[in-house]
């Protein structure tokens, strides 16, 4: 499927000294790491070569409390305010479709392109933004690339790239209930590593991905990156192609029914070659909780933090404030996000509801819950997931990146232990000094309940 | 971006390893909209205590680190975020080199697209820089090699086109700019 793709968009192949020009179909862009490349651009006196293949949000720095979203009351930070301003002035000047703080449509970047149905198997799509790896949930090509390339693809719509290996993930049997696909991801990161898929484009398959939701596919490709991997794909079927058709900018009439044809010949055929494979058995699997500084140190809910380690082991424990061989359901949690690219759509929304209803937050917990667009947002209000929140105790916030990364202020206080649905436990991620533990929505909305890591399997 | 041909500096060395691009720009300091000035809050979160006192034991705050323009890190650098603001970073500090056993993708790209050079060395290699901190060191863009005070001369891998870009001190972009026609022809053939 790579290949396919790839081959599809080779404008001049590589040879043994240049990389190969691929063209890119849709450059999604945001105002962290595009404003540098419109300085670039001005510089040289270029302009976009296709701004109808590019599309702008605000999401990483932009606050999501209402009143600051809505309201009138200006963004806290001051630098980022001036950010949202100069990537309004940056599409505006470029002639970029851009979604503003207020407009409805506005959301976290890789939330958003699927939504919209701009999101497709078969495409090229990147972002300056790692996580870009998510829209390989529906076979397209998804990359994040850095601010130099995001001027590159600005002027040219396309980049200089060599042709990654292929690796296969056969992830085999079902998940069993209660074990989700966030669980699945972090024990195939836990088992390769987080450099395993460097240099590879991962391609998950075999029956436990073929029944997973287009929302638990994308939380699956999403976090291919944290295992270093350059993209995640996963093959186009019938639920792609359900999931596409009622979006408002996939295809439509002849145009639709073409595509689809052309996107059933997408998948791998049977027995093709790949650099490299693994296989996980979906029904051994249990509810997954990182416990240490990478998203690779992961442990089953239901067991303890390793015996033993080497010195970033060491290093890691120290910072989470645990010990070796600690059980993992006795750590204490504060604080509680759900949201991110990761799990920030309806359905992780749903799930956390589901285990939330009828509780309230355990004395000294925090929680805050931001959908990861305003759609999502209005979907889940429409469904009265927000009461269920709010009665808990939880906050309800405007869409963004938020706690995922706090750029925007949404921060957990030093030395807090936060669950977390985003993607990464790097040591200051979510604030400095906060330890965060990388779990599923249902977990952490266990947890939330109790105030210490628990299975949510408890609640069903 | 600047050329770079040789490299002859000591060395600072950070031996752990998946050092992410959140340690190396934490994301609070990325509301910026220009590529410079990151380097005064580079590692911020390790350099420097709650109170913004530099931590006297980490190594880039140590008087021999002073000047140092080689960053020795353990393997898989640069893990993470795709930021590019790490790479300017690094380079606003004032180092021009990072060797290292393994860099993740997109830290790598992005580093050889602002001249700071990744140098892929061998295990062994790794582990004598690892184990002397300070080591004065030859990095040698053209033939792809560095040398070790000892003579030991590694090679790191660096394709044709990467190299004669850091040589040459030219970006990429001019290369792709060259190729309008070739697009132009792409374009029209899948309308």
Not at chain 1, 56 to 80: K, L, Y
Not at chain 1, 242 to 267: H, I, N, Q, S
Request: with cysteine.
């Amino acid at each position: 499927m790579f290949e396919k793709v790839w081959d599809d968009h080779v404008v001049v192949p590589e040879t043994a000294d240049t990389p190969a020009v691929l063209f890119i179909d849709l450059h999604l862009t945001h105002e962290v790491t595009t404003p540098q490349a419109y300085t670039e651009l001005r510089n040289r006196g270029l302009r976009l070569r296709r701004p109808d293949l590019t599309l702008a949000t605000m999401d990483h720095s932009t606050p999501t409390r209402t009143e600051q979203v809505f309201g009138g009351v200006p963004i806290a930070i001051d630098s980022a305010a001036k950010q949202v301003k100069q990537l309004e002035a940056n599409a505006h000047e470029f002639g970029v479709e851009l979604f503003n703080l207020q407009d409805s449509r506005r959301g976290i970047v890789h939330i958003i392109g699927p939504e919209l149905g701009l999101t497709q198997p078969n495409k090229t799509i990147v972002c300056g933004d790692s996580h870009t790896s998510t829209h390989g949930a529906f076979g397209a090509l998804a990359f994040g690339i850095g601010t130099t390339e995001v001027g590159h693809v600005l002027a040219t719509q396309c980049l200089l790239q060599r042709r990654p290996k292929t690796f296969a993930i056969n992830v085999t049997n079902s998940l069993p209930a209660g074990v989700t696909a966030k669980d699945l991801i972090l024990a195939i990161i836990g088992k390769i590593g987080v450099s395993g898929g460097t240099g590879y484009v991962l391609e998950y398959r075999g029956p436990a991905i073929e029944a997973l939701s287009m929302d638990e596919r994308m939380t699956i490709c999403n976090m291919s990156i944290e295992a270093g991997a350059r993209a995640g794909m996963i093959a186009p079927d019938a639920t792609t192609f359900a999931y596409l058709e009622k979006t408002p900018r996939a295809p439509k009439g002849d145009a639709w029914a073409a595509a689809v044809e052309r996107w059933k010949k997408l998948p791998t055929e049977a027995g093709a070659r790949f650099d490299r494979s693994i296989d996980i058995d979906a029904a051994a699997l249990v509810p997954m909780v990182t416990y240490g500084t990478h998203p690779g140190m992961v442990a089953p809910i239901t067991g303890s933090v390793p015996a033993e380690g080497d010195a970033v082991f060491q290093k890691a424990l120290a910072y989470m404030g645990l010990a070796a061989g600690q059980i993992i359901s006795e750590v204490p949690v504060q604080n509680v996000f759900v949201g991110s690219c990761t799990n920030g759509r309806l359905s992780d929304l749903r799930n956390a509801a589901r285990v939330l209803r009828g509780h309230k937050l355990a004395a000294g917990v925090k929680m805050l819950v931001v959908p990861g667009s305003q759609n999502v947002k209005r979907a889940a209000e429409a469904e009265g997931l927000d009461r269920v929140f709010l009665d808990a105790g939880a906050e309800w916030r405007e869409s963004g990146c938020s706690m995922c990364l706090g750029m925007n202020g949404d921060l957990v206080p030093s030395g807090h232990y936060s669950i977390s649905t985003s993607n990464r436990n790097f040591e200051g991620r979510q604030g400095v000094g906060a330890r965060t533990l990388l779990a599923s929505p249902e977990t952490a909305a266990a947890s939330a309940i109790r105030g210490r890591v628990t299975d949510p399997r408890e609640f069903s | 971006m600047p050329a770079v041909r040789t490299i002859r500096s000591r060395t600072v060395v950070l031996p752990t390893s998946n050092i992410d691009t959140d340690q190396i720009i934490p994301a609070r300091f990325l509301t910026s909209t220009s590529k410079a000035g990151f380097g005064k809050h580079l590692f911020a979160d390790w350099r420097f205590d709650a109170s913004g006192n530099p931590r006297p034991e980490f190594e880039l705050n140590k008087p021999e680190a002073r000047g140092a323009q080689v960053l020795v890190a353990g393997r898989n650098i640069g893990c993470g975020s795709s930021r590019e603001h790490a790479a300017w970073a690094l380079q606003d500090f004032g180092f021009t080199a990072v060797i290292s056993t393994e860099f993740a993708d997109i830290f790598r790209t992005n580093s050889l697209k602002n001249g700071l050079v990744p140098v892929l060395v061998d295990e062994a290699t790794h582990a004598w820089l690892i184990a002397n901190p300070g080591a004065e060191v030859t990095i040698d863009v053209e033939s792809g090699t560095v040398t070790l005070p000892n003579g030991t001369i590694a090679r790191f891998p660096l394709e044709g086109f990467a190299r004669y870009c850091l040589l040459n001190g030219v970006d990429e972009l001019g290369y792709l700019l060259s190729k309008s026609d070739a697009i132009s022809a792409y374009e029209q053939a899948h309308r």
